[in-house]
């Protein structure tokens, strides 16, 4: 079973310039998360997708931060304007069912200088 | 009280040395836990499921406590391999809109020779 993939691996990015991470689940699971990791922090949830739709995106910064995944499968997190403190890893994950465990891609690691 | 909380640790053992770890939750409904293993540079991966009659893999045994809303990670004869952060995780709030999996900011384990 393939695993859940992220691209880039890496990123360093000028404060104030755009940003965008790609996210391919787990085949056949329906919900998929973004997850902001910064150091020496466990995983915050920014955004949760059921299918296409949002089901809960009160974490992630708005004015800044934004997330499609446009036909239930995978999905694009972007940031524009960048921040230092967006300094961190954006871990996207998958599961089947609610409650089951979560699947993680390798993360992609972001660098705001 | 916190939705989840963990003591960050350093835990500092040396091979050999049985070492337990706790995790409290706010969530009283709470009815899935998990314990991921985190080493660094890496993804989380799942560990363990955490059930209510406890539950033992191995060197590895994690337990539930309603009562008093912890859960715990037993470790016995560690080995160097066993060094990462252990990352306690709890379903979500109450009011929380989805069912995003929330946790804990870890706890780093050491095993030296």
């Known amino acids: 079973e393939a695993g859940v993939a992220q691209s880039p691996r890496y990123k360093i990015i000028e404060k104030r310039q755009s940003v965008a991470f790609w996210c391919n689940p787990i085949s056949g699971h329906a919900t998929l998360y973004w997850y902001q990791q910064i150091l020496g922090q466990g995983p915050k949830l920014l955004i949760q997708?059921?299918?296409?739709?949002?089901?809960?995106d009160s974490q992630l910064p708005k004015d800044r931060f934004s997330a499609e995944r446009l036909k239930g499968v995978d999905s694009t997190l972007k940031i524009q304007p960048a921040k230092l403190e967006d300094s961190a890893v954006y871990l996207c994950?998958?599961?089947?069912?609610?409650?089951?465990?979560?699947?993680f891609g390798n993360g992609t690691r972001l660098t705001v200088t | 009280r916190k939705e989840v909380e963990q003591d960050p640790g350093p835990f500092n053992v040396p091979e050999g040395a049985t070492v337990a770890f706790n995790c409290t939750y706010s969530?009283?409904?709470?009815?899935?836990f998990f314990w991921y293993r985190q080493d660094c540079r890496k993804e989380p991966k799942l560990l363990m499921s955490v059930y209510s009659s406890g539950n033992e893999d191995g060197r590895f045994t994690a337990q539930l406590n309603r009562a008093s809303q912890y859960i715990s990670l037993l470790i016995r004869d560690s080995k160097l391999s066993d060094s990462a952060t252990y990352l306690c995780?709890?379903?979500?709030?109450?009011?929380?809109?989805?069912?995003?999996?929330?946790f804990g900011k870890g706890t780093t384990l050491s095993v030296s020779s």
């Open positions: 994950a998958s599961n089947w069912a609610e409650n089951s465990p979560l699947h």
């Open positions: 997708f059921q299918n296409n739709g949002v089901v809960d």
């Open positions: 969530n009283s409904a709470s009815q899935s």
């Open positions: 995780v709890v379903p979500p709030r109450a009011n929380q809109a989805g069912t995003a999996l929330i």
